[in-house]
């Protein structure tokens, strides 16, 4: 099973918004922790309504359930479990806690929110990707599929992709004559991380991008040189 | 020429690096219109302004600074905006009644040949299944549980009295949810190339009809026809629209035509599905009347021909899209 390739979402701009489509491991995971989620939810429901409604150390129904039983006590764990999904994606933008822990939302072809609609057909589909157990039919589908789909993401047109994790906004840095902008980066990400790393691999760090990006300055650090004047070089380089 | 180059892309890097504060604010300002909403005019343009700077900054980043930090940011920043900006309103009051006032009528109007092609099917599976345990009574045993089949050799319909075992709610509860799985089973079994929508219409079909030809030995028949006239006519129409909506499904995959496959399947589940939610609708008025008029011995026939029929025209406005109102046009 290969990769997915990422989807190009065409934009107005003409720049393609590129997102990272989830396989079957993302989603998987995903399904699991919704999973537990909804039964751990579903039966606290039940235990404590069984627990109040019998007003004894008791789950089981009553030998004759009554209207009160079936909606105080069965009818709310069976909506928790059944509408879960749906009700939590729609209210959430695509997203459950499961897929927020795995990282991964549903969207549309366009890259936008899913709809009710799509939302609805997607969750619907649930019977076909569910056979014959233990979602065959969807698993197959989705190690089958360039795009990993299962059935009801093929009905709906959503995929399942990562959200892309934030990393930290980039510094701004002046032009300098020794570095291109990637080796700003790098020295800017070098010191803004100093204090953080351990005294020995900072060390050996910076005498790396001395080496690589400032020959002169290196020779000048040999292995005697402290680690305020590493750092006091690398601002030089970078300009900061 | 090629130090002039190197020199030049420099300079156009370190230029584009100074607008990381630009990326910062346009990045902060779709967080935070994803999260809520805004009725602030200036804030929506401030939002497709930043789309635009983003795409136009993110097209350099990749050309000039392909494997760096400044691009996986950009990246998602812009895939961020995209969604934002093309999240579309959505508010649930108006999205119902633009589904069941326009929508569904135009998706009935092209199901129609669905429709109808279910609608026989599922006339002639009746039959089929009165002739076949008309001519077989012992051919029951396969439609029908043994419980069923000895109420009714008693001389009794198994719905008698079953009001006195489970109450009027409950009951209601349990068919409404037990159609509407019924009918989304016969929905999505559409995907089996129309072969699963077949399957539950010709079960379903076949059950009936051979059940009616088995009362009608013990001369239960008129008493079975009174039972199910009330919530039956809309019960049964909608296990059709549900085959139809199926059938929809099944064609789009044998018959893709110009589109691909998968296309032209989401293009026919989505579409065919909207019908499902006036099913949906109408099987909950059926399951209320299952559990309260159909089972009680006290309405006579002619209140349960009214309200079977009367709700079946009820069904036939909500299809046609007249059973809301049109705002007129001045």
Request: net charge positive.
């Given at each position: 099973?290969?990769?997915?390739?990422?989807?190009?979402?065409?934009?107005?701009?003409?720049?393609?918004?590129?997102?990272?489509?989830?396989?079957?491991?993302?989603?998987?995971?995903?399904?699991?922790?919704?999973w537990n989620i909804r039964l751990i939810l579903a039966f606290t429901w039940y235990a404590l309504g069984a627990l109040l409604f019998n007003g004894r150390l008791s789950l089981a129904a009553p030998a004759t359930p009554s209207g009160r039983w079936f909606v105080l006590v069965l009818l709310p764990p069976a909506a928790i479990y059944f509408l879960y999904?749906?009700v939590?994606?729609?209210?959430?933008?695509?997203?459950?806690?499961?897929?927020?822990?795995?990282?991964?939302?549903?969207?549309?072809?366009?890259?936008?929110?899913?709809?009710?609609?799509?939302?609805?057909?997607?969750?619907?589909?649930?019977?076909?990707?569910?056979?014959?157990?233990?979602?065959?039919?969807?698993?197959?589908?989705?190690?089958?599929?360039?795009?990993?789909?299962?059935?009801?993401?093929?009905?709906?047109?959503?995929?399942?992709?990562?959200?892309?994790?934030?990393?930290?906004?980039?510094?701004?840095?002046?032009?300098?004559?020794?570095?291109?902008?990637?080796?700003?980066?790098?020295?800017?990400?070098?010191?803004?991380?100093?204090?953080?790393?351990?005294?020995?691999?900072?060390?050996?760090?910076?005498?790396?991008?001395?080496?690589?990006?400032?020959?002169?300055?290196?020779?000048?650090?040999?292995?005697?040189?402290?680690?305020?004047?590493?750092?006091?070089?690398?601002?030089?380089?970078?300009?900061? | 020429?090629?130090?002039?180059?190197?020199?030049?892309?420099?300079?156009?890097?370190?230029?584009?690096?100074?607008?990381?504060?630009?990326?910062?604010?346009?990045?902060?300002?779709?967080?935070?219109?994803?999260?809520?909403?805004?009725?602030?005019?200036?804030?929506?343009?401030?939002?497709?302004?930043?789309?635009?700077?983003?795409?136009?900054?993110?097209?350099?980043?990749?050309?000039?600074?392909?494997?760096?930090?400044?691009?996986?940011?950009?990246?998602?920043?812009?895939?961020?905006?995209?969604?934002?900006?093309?999240?579309?309103?959505?508010?649930?009051?108006?999205?119902?009644?633009?589904?069941?006032?326009?929508?569904?009528?135009?998706?009935?109007?092209?199901?129609?040949?669905?429709?109808?092609?279910?609608?026989?099917?599922?006339?002639?599976?009746?039959?089929?299944?009165?002739?076949?345990?008309?001519?077989?009574?012992?051919?029951?045993?396969?439609?029908?549980?043994?419980?069923?089949?000895?109420?009714?050799?008693?001389?009794?319909?198994?719905?008698?009295g079953l009001l006195n075992v489970v109450p009027s709610s409950v009951l209601s509860v349990q068919i409404l949810a037990n159609?509407?799985?019924?009918?989304?089973?016969?929905?999505?079994?559409?995907?089996?190339?129309?072969?699963?929508?077949?399957?539950?219409?010709?079960?379903?079909?076949?059950?009936?009809?051979?059940?009616?030809?088995?009362?009608?030995?013990?001369?239960?028949?008129?008493?079975?026809?009174?039972?199910?006239?009330?919530?039956?006519?809309?019960?049964?129409?909608?296990?059709?629209?549900?085959?139809?909506?199926?059938?929809?499904?099944?064609?789009?995959?044998?018959?893709?035509?110009?589109?691909?496959?998968?296309?032209?399947?989401?293009?026919?589940?989505?579409?065919?599905?909207?019908?499902?939610?006036?099913?949906?609708?109408?099987?909950?008025?059926?399951g209320l009347?299952?559990g309260f008029?159909?089972p009680?011995?006290?309405?006579?026939?002619?209140?349960?021909?009214?309200?079977?029929?009367?709700?079946?025209?009820?069904?036939?406005?909500?299809?046609?899209?007249?059973?809301?109102?049109?705002?007129?046009?001045?």
């Amino acid at each position: 099973m290969s990769r997915a390739p990422d989807l190009a979402v065409d934009s107005v701009t003409g720049i393609d918004v590129s997102l990272a489509v989830a396989g079957p491991g993302a989603r998987s995971y995903a399904f699991l922790i919704d999973w537990n989620i909804r039964l751990i939810l579903a039966f606290t429901w039940y235990a404590l309504g069984a627990l109040l409604f019998n007003g004894r150390l008791s789950l089981a129904a009553p030998a004759t359930p009554s209207g009160r039983w079936f909606v105080l006590v069965l009818l709310p764990p069976a909506a928790i479990y059944f509408l879960y999904h749906y009700v939590l994606e729609l209210a959430m933008g695509g997203r459950t806690p499961g897929k927020r822990a795995a990282g991964v939302h549903i969207v549309t072809r366009d890259g936008g929110a899913p709809g009710a609609g799509a939302l609805l057909t997607r969750n619907v589909f649930r019977l076909v990707d569910c056979l014959p157990v233990c979602y065959g039919v969807g698993l197959a589908a989705v190690a089958l599929t360039r795009e990993h789909l299962r059935v009801g993401d093929m009905a709906a047109g959503t995929l399942l992709v990562y959200e892309r994790a934030a990393p930290a906004p980039p510094a701004e840095f002046r032009a300098q004559g020794k570095l291109d902008a990637t080796g700003l980066e790098i020295v800017h990400e070098l010191l803004a991380r100093w204090a953080a790393l351990e005294p020995e691999a900072r060390l050996a760090l910076a005498r790396r991008v001395l080496a690589r990006y400032a020959p002169g300055e290196a020779a000048d650090a040999g292995e005697g040189s402290d680690g305020e004047a590493l750092r006091r070089r690398l601002e030089r380089l970078a300009g900061a | 020429m090629g130090g002039d180059d190197t020199l030049r892309e420099r300079a156009l890097a370190a230029s584009l690096m100074k607008r990381a504060s630009l990326w910062r604010d346009a990045d902060a300002r779709a967080r935070r219109l994803a999260r809520g909403r805004t009725d602030d005019a200036g804030d929506a343009t401030r939002m497709a302004d930043d789309y635009r700077l983003l795409a136009h900054d993110l097209a350099r980043v990749r050309t000039l600074l392909p494997d760096s930090r400044a691009r996986e940011y950009l990246e998602a920043a812009y895939a961020r905006a995209h969604a934002t900006l093309h999240h579309g309103a959505w508010r649930a009051g108006s999205a119902l009644l633009t589904l069941f006032r326009d929508e569904l009528p135009r998706v009935v109007v092209a199901l129609a040949p669905y429709i109808v092609w279910s609608s026989a099917i599922f006339v002639l599976t009746v039959v089929a299944g009165y002739a076949l345990v008309h001519r077989y009574p012992e051919l029951i045993a396969l439609f029908a549980s043994p419980d069923l089949i000895a109420s009714v050799e008693h001389g009794r319909l198994w719905t008698a009295g079953l009001l006195n075992v489970v109450p009027s709610s409950v009951l209601s509860v349990q068919i409404l949810a037990n159609n509407i799985v019924v009918s989304l089973v016969a929905y999505c079994a559409g995907f089996f190339f129309g072969l699963g929508t077949l399957y539950i219409l010709g079960l379903n079909g076949l059950m009936l009809g051979a059940v009616f030809a088995f009362v009608s030995r013990y001369g239960l028949a008129g008493q079975l026809l009174a039972f199910i006239v009330p919530h039956g006519c809309v019960e049964l129409s909608v296990m059709c629209l549900s085959g139809a909506a199926g059938a929809a499904v099944g064609e789009a995959l044998i018959r893709p035509g110009q589109a691909t496959r998968m296309e032209s399947f989401r293009v026919a589940a989505l579409s065919s599905g909207k019908l499902l939610a006036a099913c949906a609708l109408l099987l909950v008025g059926a399951g209320l009347i299952e559990g309260f008029v159909s089972p009680a011995p006290h309405f006579p026939l002619w209140s349960r021909i009214a309200i079977g029929a009367g709700y079946w025209l009820v069904m036939l406005a909500l299809l046609s899209g007249r059973l809301l109102p049109r705002r007129r046009a001045r």
